[in-house]
């Protein structure tokens, strides 16, 4: 074998392994669906759409939560997490304990939820810096209060998943994994939105700096935009594949820290073949297209 013959055998595989699919499940927020739809109907539809599982809210009335359970059954989509309802509301760091009381409650219905529908993860929003609350409040605040739920989400089996957002903290991904890292704790983990480190940084970083802290992803994009009434340029979010993520990065990154676990897109709800468009979306993403 020649040495060109020798590179472009390389050159081939790389090729190949490149245009694989990430071994990733495709998943769709449950309020993506359309709301006049029975529970029924919308899990068959997101199936029909091309997603393999759901994520659900918050759900406090009991016959709803057992309908939502029936519906996951009877489709085969399975629900893999639950969206915490109550941490902006009623933030963990708050310095008022009937606040962070309330919070509590409402992320124990979250647990339950998770537990009844076979989810192994609840998202959290762990914190919410602002006027009243200090950066430093926030973070320890918050890190006690989830360390009183860590024996619950054990007995569980129910992942705390810590998210980052918008709300001035965790804005490093160097400060996000020493969050996690300091609970010392397989039931703390992360869930990494793709779309919300824009703004300050670059997903790929965070995804492989963050590793196998990543216990779930949210997909969406996005975009600086000029607004022609503010004259000046707003962040936005938009559709999959149409802001400034690199998706092919972001996908590199995956693959590179081995992720095979679930993605979630987080996007404005629409009918079937606005649904099928995003599905087909996220299958190029995967992909590497």
């Not at 109907?41 to 918050?58: H, K, P, V, Y």
């Not at 989810?119 to 950066?135: F, G, I, Q, R």
């Not at 000029?226 to 962040?235: G, M, S, W, Y």
Request: some cysteine.
């Amino acid at each position: 074998m020649t040495r060109r013959t020798f590179l472009a055998g390389c050159s081939l595989t790389l090729s190949s392994r490149a245009a694989e699919r990430l071994p990733i499940h495709k998943a769709v927020l449950f309020s993506m669906l359309p709301a006049q739809m029975s529970i029924q109907d919308r899990f068959q539809l997101a199936r029909d759409a091309g997603f393999e599982q759901i994520e659900c809210g918050t759900m406090d009335d009991a016959h709803q939560a057992e309908e939502i359970l029936a519906a996951s059954k009877q489709t085969g989509v399975r629900i893999h997490s639950v969206m915490n309802r109550d941490h902006w509301k009623y933030p963990l760091s708050a310095a008022d304990p009937e606040i962070v009381a309330k919070s509590i409650e409402g992320l124990k219905t979250s647990f339950r939820n998770a537990s009844l529908w076979g989810a192994d993860t609840v998202l959290l929003v762990p914190a919410v810096v602002n006027a009243e609350t200090s950066y430093q409040q926030a973070w320890d605040r918050s890190q006690t209060q989830i360390r009183k739920m860590i024996p619950l989400a054990e007995e569980l089996k129910v992942i705390v998943a810590v998210e980052e957002v918008w709300n001035k903290f965790l804005l490093s991904p160097l400060e996000f994994a020493r969050y996690i890292d300091s609970f010392q704790s397989p039931w703390v983990r992360a869930y990494f939105d793709v779309g919300n480190v824009v703004i300050s940084g670059y997903p790929q970083d965070w995804i492989r700096t963050l590793g196998k802290r990543i216990v779930k992803l949210h997909l969406k994009d996005f975009t600086f935009r000029q607004d022609p009434n503010l004259k000046k340029r707003v962040a936005d979010f938009v559709m999959l594949r149409e802001g400034e993520i690199n998706w092919k990065e972001v996908r590199r990154a995956l693959a590179d820290i081995g992720y095979h676990g679930s993605a979630t897109v987080e996007l404005p709800g629409g009918d079937k073949a606005y649904l099928e468009d995003v599905s087909r979306r996220v299958d190029l993403i995967l992909s590497g297209q």
